[in-house]
């Protein structure tokens, strides 16, 4: 069933259009981690106690690897010949 409904599609646009849309959900959890990590503590002063400096740094860090991915899904689309 989920074979079906998250197939390859059979043109290079789809394919492409997939490849973007999967990036942008990738950096939209980049962006997320990110900002959690560096900015939740002073947005939500409750979260600081739980927000230790080490689990921020595996936030930002976290987000960094997952934009990186998300350029790399990009950087791998076809070309139109």
Same mark, same amino acid.
């Given at each position: 069933?989920?074979?079906? =409904?998250? +197939?390859? @599609?059979? @043109? &290079? *646009?789809?394919?492409? *259009?997939?490849?973007?849309?999967?990036?942008? #959900?990738?950096?939209?959890?980049?962006? $997320?981690?990110? #900002?959690?990590?560096? =900015?939740? /503590?002073? #947005?939500? /002063?409750?979260?600081? !106690? @739980?927000? $230790? /400096?080490? =689990?921020?740094?595996?936030?930002?860090? !976290?987000? =960094?690897?997952?934009?990186?991915? !998300?350029? &790399?899904? #990009? &950087?791998?689309? *076809?070309? +139109? $010949?």
């Amino acid at each position: 069933m989920l074979r079906r =409904v998250f +197939r390859a @599609s059979a @043109s &290079r *646009e789809g394919r492409n *259009e997939q490849r973007k849309l999967r990036a942008g #959900v990738a950096n939209a959890l980049a962006v $997320t981690l990110i #900002v959690a990590g560096v =900015v939740g /503590p002073y #947005v939500n /002063p409750m979260l600081a !106690a @739980s927000l $230790t /400096p080490a =689990v921020r740094l595996v936030m930002l860090a !976290a987000g =960094v690897l997952v934009h990186l991915f !998300a350029a &790399r899904l #990009v &950087r791998d689309m *076809e070309d +139109r $010949t």
